[in-house]
């Protein structure tokens, strides 16, 4: 057999692939070819490895060089150079502050050095078309330990002592609900994925069934062994492709080695997992809406009691995990409880994939210990603004989270430090803010999102949210009053309490949590008709300023309403009655001549 | 066409474990494979004979999921992701070039039947936002340009 002398690992996440990885992946098998390397060299095309906004990324091994940003032309330099002439091309490295070159592997790059991958331990490693690589990575060795070691209720135990909490947004004890699920009477249980990540700007879910699918099917098998359960369900985001794929891959591969149908590894556990999926719907995520989904129905929730465990999936006990708190289990059962507990804090063990994105220099995803604060994550590991612009909130949690300000940057992120603040982990969606953002048109973003996906059920979600947005509205419009901010926090309150199920529960907090920090933004609408973050166009005006402006004509060229004026190489003008203020012409100015001014000029 | 559907029809009831719960995952089938990304009102009859579920019910699940349409759509179906992450880094813009370019608004199709335009819910790629879903191929890290180049390229029938 040749000797392997490098291994190539290219990132085949969703996000990359969207930046070129085929191309560049494509320029490297032709170039190796040429040279005649094809025996020595291996490429791997791996799951995300989480620095989304780098891609195009590779990893050559042995060494562990890390080259970002990619082209095709990249790859045929790195061909030659680096494969060929052992040299490295330093143009494709991680740079850090100021165009300073990281030095290399990759474990020493800030992004990467702090993170404790748990529950994407494999992703971005393994090939996950690969049963073997996941094998070779201690795969399945989980459900062997279970199945011929330990009684399904020292399985439980072992998650209950682990402090595992629901990585999906809760934070309900895991080991709790397999207990529940377990001593539930009926002799027909199921083993439920929630798979329909659907807060935006949480991606993690998608991540893990991408470059890791196996990890899921090990830990459903373990969980459908430990509540007794036969069957098992993936209930997946049909805007997922990639990972419905290589998960139906997975799945086929699982039950050819055994791990997945009748009598596995030889006991007399039966368990078999198919892929349900979605159809475009936000509350499908809530477990009761996402049963009547799987049964063919509206998704729409239920009251609960009675609870999934009493009563689910066509009537029987049901036990429902989300997708990171599963590849959680299979080292937990493999390791035990303690190892798990040597991160995180006392009341949330273990790590938490967070999905880092607006306005923050690297985005993507990052696994950390539990109480790591907001301060390390947005500006150690995740690079501080890409604009030099202030940092002004993050937004945590999605459309069931709320705004978390700079001065509280130093809190510990767990899911109790974070609720104390208005906040909450959710499903870890991290959303960082700068002083371009405005507060009450974040708010109406998320109401927008919510008035659209509420199923219709309750009327307080119905109704209350679609009133709530419409106040919003009115006020970036500069058409609120004080009475208006008033009545939004008593309909928010009253929303929270009233609702049937989490969506609506939860709809209000982008609304309170920026009314209770940002109460100032609010009140500079209603009262000046302002606009601090100069965001909501009913209440900002552009102006050319003729000190700076040189008449290069560009903005006039540029404007679709053609309401710039101005004669060649004389000081313009803009008719603010014609002005759509779409911004092309800021965009435009090499000067610096034009810039927005709050409020509006009549 | 009718054949077809029933041959996804017995199909769909053939290789699931449960055989309750295939109305979604039939629909998805049938959308799939009728030219158009659609599902036509013939369809709808025929899913409610086959699987023995009342017409009522197949229309309230498919009127409720946004993926589904009763209408025909495009040959390029873009989706356009319309989340937070993407707002806040100048998807607005991206809208507005793709309504200019394209000469439709939300939920309508072009007339020479070439591309239909839908939001869709995030899609995960916020690492690369704003971003765009054309059938089932992701696009990220756009500008107004990027965004036109790609439009003009499928115009012209060429891969982008």
Sequence with gaps: MPLETNTILICAGGACISAGEESVKDVLERKIKEYNLQDNIKIVETGCMGACSLGPIMVIHPEGVYYQKLTPEAAEKIVEEHLLKGRIVEEYLYQGDKGKIVPQPQKEIPFFSRQVKIATRNVGIIDPLNIDEYIARDGYFALHKALKEMKPEEVIQVVKDSGLRGRGGAGFPTGLKWEFARKSPGDEKYMICNADEGDPGAFMDRSILEGD???????????????????????????????????????????????????????????????RIGAGAFVCGEETALMHSIEGKRGQPRVKPPFPAQK??????????????????????????????????????????????????????????????????????????????????????????GVIPEEYFDTPVDYESLQKLGAIVGSGGLIVLDEDDCMVDVAKFFLEFTVD?????????REGTKKMYEILDKITKGEGTEEDIEILENLGNVIKDSSLCGLGQTAPNPVLSTLRYYKDEYLAHVREKKCPASKCKALISYVIDPEKCVGCTACARVCPSSCISGEVRKVHEIDQSACVKCGSCIEVCRFGAISKVTPAIE | MLTEIKKIISHAKSERLEERDILIYTLHKIQETIEGNYIPEE???????????????????????????????????????????????????????????LKIDFNQTTDDGLFTLEETSCLGLCGVSPVIMINN??????????????????KRGENI
Excluded at chain 1, 229 to 257: D, M, S
Excluded at chain 1, 453 to 461: A, D, I, L, N, R
């Design chain 1, 453 to 461: 996906e509420s199923c219709g059920k309750c009327t307080p979600c």
């Design chain 1, 312 to 401: 689910g999936l066509w009537g029987k006990p049901s036990n429902i995990n989300n997708v990171e708190t599963l590849a959680c289990v299979p080292p937990i059962i493999y390791h035990g409880a303690n190892w798990f507990r040597q991160w995180g804090t006392e009341k949330s063990p273990g790590t938490k994939v967070f999905a880092l994105a607006g306005k923050v220099k690297n985005t993507g995803l990052v696994e950390v210990p539990m109480g790591i604060t907001l301060r390390e994550l947005i500006y150690e590991i995740g690079g501080g603004s890409p604009t030099g612009k202030k940092i002004k909130a993050v937004q945590t949690g999605g459309p069931s989270g």
């Design chain 2, 43 to 101: 369809a709808v009859k025929l899913v409610s004979e086959e699987l023995n579920i009342p017409l009522s019910k197949v229309y309230e699940v498919l009127t409720f999921y946004s993926m589904f349409s009763i209408k025909k759509r495009g040959k390029y179906l873009i989706r356009v992701c319309t989340s937070l992450p993407c707002h806040v880094a100048n998807g607005r813009e991206i809208i507005k070039t793709l309504k200019e370019e």
């Design chain 2, 137 to 154: 191929e992701y696009y990220g890290d756009l500008t107004p340009k990027k965004v036109r180049e790609i439009i003009n390229k499928l």
């Design chain 1, 213 to 275: 699918p196996h990890t899921i099917i090990e830990a459903m098998t373990i969980a459908g062994y430990a509540i007794g359960a036969t069957k098992g369900f993936v209930y997946l985001r049909a805007e997922y492709p990639i990972a419905i794929e290589r998960l139906t891959v997975a799945l086929n591969q699982a039950r050819e080695y055994g791990f997945l149908g009748e009598n596995i590894l030889g006991t007399d556990f039966s368990f078999d997992i198919e892929i």
